[in-house]
């Protein structure tokens, strides 16, 4: 597939956007995106009709990557499009050439219209059904049509990943990975790592020159879903298992920063979003920080990101985990704390469902006190549930505000039953 042509635009002055050296989370959240919107799609040939933000993404003080849901008037018609605009508090960087860059003054803006993400150049073959049948094709053996082809975005994180599933007609489906250029390795070495130690990963069917890497499709069905049948989906020490199972050689892995190593960063997203809960979670950061003092960040295998969305079960047993490109040295304190802080944090659920996840929590967690420090494992959940505080706000839910608060609730309640 030929390189699409790249354009950097000469000093485009943008009405509305301000000099500034910050983080641009100002510029991306407020109306005054909209001229910039509106100039992107001008020069790409069309007219703005109507926008609202779908996603917000902010490292504070560095960089902000906004997402939005755009009305677009082309000269074939009118279409519904996604424009990615990424602001950073320093220079634009090597990818952020591969997009379109507006200029006002010192502000340097990058934009995209979906799916052109400047670091997931393989997101352009995945978007489209004629693309992804000349990919898939090799491996069922035999030349595929794009009918044949049904594409479902599960994610995505712009800049970072995304992840969809592909059913191709009468053969099955599979998963698909659009990631970074530097990612392409590691997750390759992760996956037969654990694949060569009977760890229940994916298989990695190929790996494209663009970056995507297709999975096969685990068996069972995901520990989310099956979290609200009326029998037990799997037993706390299967999770256990399953973790320990990780071979020796994951702790030889690069190292990635604990939840509580990023506490104060999180606690900066999160007030930034909701002013009001700063001082909470101030009070819940010192009691995690001073409760966790002199702890070392640990040297056993872990998964990274264990929670119910990437564990796959049936029969009451553990059958697959997904998402293993965080696998690496840790504590397995954080791994199972991770587990109780996602399934404290659960949103929307009824009557019924919230009774059910509350009584799994009542089963697992004396079954994970045994395994790891019980006051550790109730801190470092904390720490991870105000991580997971920045969700509603990134994704920009309609109820966002009263949904941090919730999860910042349950983050007080685990910190204050560590002591």
């Known amino acids: 597939m030929p390189e699409p042509v790249l354009v950097r635009l000469p000093n485009v002055v943008v009405p509305g956007m301000t000099v500034s050296s910050d983080d641009g989370s100002e510029l991306l959240t407020s109306e005054r995106v909209g001229p910039l919107l509106s ?7 069309g007219r703005l009709v109507e926008w609202r933000i779908d996603h917000v993404d902010t490292q504070p003080n560095h960089s902000t990557t906004a997402t939005f849901s755009t009305v677009v008037d082309w000269p074939q018609g009118r279409r519904t499009e996604l424009l990615g605009v990424s602001a950073r508090a320093g220079q634009t960087t090597r990818s952020d050439s591969r997009a379109e860059i507006f200029h006002d003054g010192d502000r340097e803006v990058v934009v995209w219209i979906h799916p052109k993400d400047p670091d997931l150049p393989g ?44 059913v191709v007609r009468g053969l099955g489906a599979c998963y698909v990975k659009a990631v970074r250029t530097r990612a392409v390795g590691p997750m390759r070495r992760r996956h037969q790592l654990l694949s060569g130690a009977g760890v229940p990963a994916p298989e990695v069917l190929t790996i494209t020159e663009d970056h995507l890497l297709i999975l096969r499709e685990l068996p069972g069905v995901p520990l989310a ?29 690069n190292s990635r920063s604990s939840w509580v190593a990023s506490l104060d960063h999180y606690v900066e997203m999160v007030s930034r979003a909701a002013p009001d809960q700063a001082r909470r979670l101030d009070e819940i950061a010192a ?7 002199g702890v070392p960040a640990g040297t056993e295998p872990t998964h990274g990101d264990f929670h119910e969305g990437q564990v796959h079960v049936s029969g009451g047993r553990v059958v697959g985990l997904l998402d293993i490109d965080t696998i690496g040295p840790g504590r397995r304190a954080d791994d199972l704390a991770c ?24 089963t697992w967690v004396p079954v994970f006190d045994d395994r790891v420090d019980p006051v550790e494992l109730r801190l470092r959940a904390s720490a991870i549930a105000i991580s997971l505080a920045t969700g509603p706000y990134r994704v920009q839910e309609p109820n966002w505000h009263a949904e941090t608060v919730g999860i910042v609730d349950a983050a007080d309640t685990l910190a204050r039953r560590a002591g």
């Open 39 to 45: 100039a992107a799609v001008s020069h790409a040939g």
């Open 123 to 166: 997101l352009r073959r995945l978007a489209y059904p004629a693309e992804m049948a000349q990919v898939l094709g090799p491996l069922v053996g035999r030349d595929i049509s794009a009918d044949e082809v049904e594409i479902e975005l599960l994610g995505y994180r712009p800049r970072r990943r995304a992840v969809a599933r592909i």
């Open 225 to 253: 879903s099956a979290l609200f049948e009326p029998t037990a989906p799997c037993t706390a020490e299967d999770l256990i298992a399953t973790l320990d199972a990780m071979p020796p050689a994951v702790a030889a892995l």
């Open 287 to 293: 009691i995690v920080k001073q409760g966790l003092a």
């Open 339 to 362: 587990m109780v802080a996602h399934l404290s944090t659960v949103q929307r659920m009824n009557t019924r469902q919230a009774e059910r996840v509350q009584n799994l929590l009542a």
